[in-house]
């Protein structure tokens, strides 16, 4: 079984839609974490939850929300999409804020 | 803050080959040491880790790296590469205090060369 999983891994859409995608993992893992990687592959972190506190929220769009239904999950919310919104994103976990993280294979995201 | 920098954006070797890329940081407090593998359409998988202890670590696939604290840098090697070590090579860090994100330098494309 796949340890931190993504769905979907691509997503096309327009301009303006709001969209989601979705993070599992089954590592039994107490933080989880998104990083945009955009078109020149550089990785930053958007936001991680710990025990469905958010615990670090980076200077991103109010246009995206993250939302934790229960600590296995943490899918990311993304309303009126822009152009500038194309990247990948990766989905992360770990045990503890200070420990290890393990990356989901990413989700393209492709806006039009 | 910390910044990461991976002077080579793009490194060709042939097979076989020794291949060092390099990976220097800076931080104005202490922090922790990774390298991560990004194979292609795959997301990012952890190559190595320095936490403490030996400056040399040794991770998966036969890559190895080198802690020097006063050059502040974390070179990744591996002494002959192999056709299935092409990827993408992205060094990070983390503090060991206060927030716990990673900070990602931009990669380095390692190609092999048959």
């Known amino acids: 079984d796949t340890a931190v999983s993504q769905t979907p891994k691509y997503l096309v859409t327009q301009m303006g839609n709001d969209k989601s995608i979705k993070c599992e993992q089954n590592?039994?893992?107490?933080?989880m974490y998104w990083y945009k990687q955009d078109s020149k592959k550089f990785l930053k972190i958007m936001f991680s939850?710990?025990?469905?506190?958010?615990?670090i929220n980076e200077t991103v769009p109010n246009r995206f929300s993250p939302k934790s239904p229960d600590k296995a999950h943490l899918n990311l919310h993304i309303n009126s999409l822009e152009l500038g919104d194309s990247a990948v994103y990766f989905c992360?976990?770990?045990?503890?804020?200070?420990?290890?993280?393990?990356f989901g294979a990413g989700t393209r995201l492709s806006v039009l | 803050a910390q910044s990461v920098t991976q002077l080579d954006s793009q490194v060709p070797v042939f097979e076989e080959a020794p291949v060092e890329l390099r990976c220097n940081y800076s931080?104005?407090?202490?922090?922790?040491l990774f390298w991560y593998v990004q194979y292609p359409n795959q997301g990012l998988q952890l190559l190595l880790k320095?936490?403490?202890?030996?400056?040399l670590v040794k991770g998966i696939n036969g890559f190895e790296a080198e802690f020097n604290k006063s050059q502040t840098s974390f070179h990744l090697r591996k002494p002959s590469v192999h056709i299935s070590d092409t990827a993408e090579y992205f060094c990070?860090?983390?503090?060991?205090?206060?927030?716990?994100?990673?900070?990602f330098g931009t990669g380095t494309r390692l190609t092999v060369i048959p």
């Open positions: 320095y936490l403490s202890g030996s400056t």
């Open positions: 990070a860090v983390r503090p060991k205090t206060g927030a716990n994100n990673l900070f």
């Open positions: 992360a976990s770990s045990q503890n804020p200070a420990d290890i993280q393990y």
């Open positions: 931080s104005s407090v202490s922090v922790y």
């Open positions: 590592l039994g893992h107490d933080t």
């Open positions: 939850y710990n025990n469905k506190e958010l615990i």
